[in-house]
């Protein structure tokens, strides 16, 4: 079975148009403004995407070693001993119980004690320990957001200045057909779909982090219960 002319010519021109809006087609026939949207966009993706990876390992190390580090403490029989062998450790519960130590033999060690004001300032101290804790855990969840808010629309701006150079091409060509319109279309297009691929990642990201974190700052809080009661309760035993 063989083509005629037209079917050849035909294939021909299918087989160019195919080439002419491939990605890489795309982005070289792309306005300087265009390109400059797509640069920025691929490099947002990138950088989501690293700070996903690095994130998601920061995570999940910092959860399981305070679920090994509370599991260890609550079987210690000495806390005195365990501070010393394992709360110096750079993690969240870690960090947690060192505030709290720190207050008890500052408060502990005058020759009167306070203990209401004690059992406050033990509060407030390993309070604030969490506190920075989230903080830091959470630096980079803000860029997350503002990818996943901001690509979408930066995308939108490409497109939209795609299209206002295409429909001054077909103006100066005096010529609308599919041919001429499709390559500055989908080029105008291309520009929200890179700008949806940079964005749909933050956002599912950063709602996961978010939860991981939240998780995870109430299981610290249990565990600063846990322990201003532990002191609490060592209190009533100082005269």
Known sequence: MSLSMPDMTAAAGAAASAATISPLALFLQ???????VMIGLLLASIWTWAIILGFSFTLRRAAKHSQS???DFWKAEDIDRFYE??????FPSAKVMAAGVAEWRRSTAQKVIDRDGTRDRLSTAMSSSIAAEVDRL????NILATVGSVAPFV????TVWGIMRAFTAIAAEQNSSLA????????????????LFAAIPAVIA?????HGINRLESRLTRFA????ATLSRELEGQR
């Open 85 to 90: 062998s394992r709360g110096k450790t750079d």
């Open 206 to 210: 950063y709602n996961r982090f978010s």
């Open 225 to 228: 219960d846990g322990f201003y």
């Open 155 to 158: 995308g939108l701006f490409g």
């Open 138 to 141: 959470s630096d980079r969840l």
């Open 180 to 195: 001429v319109v499709a390559p500055g279309i989908a080029e105008a297009l291309f520009a929200t779909a890179i700008g």
């Open 30 to 36: 792309a306005d300087i403004v265009v390109k400059i």
């Open 69 to 71: 580090f509370e599991q």
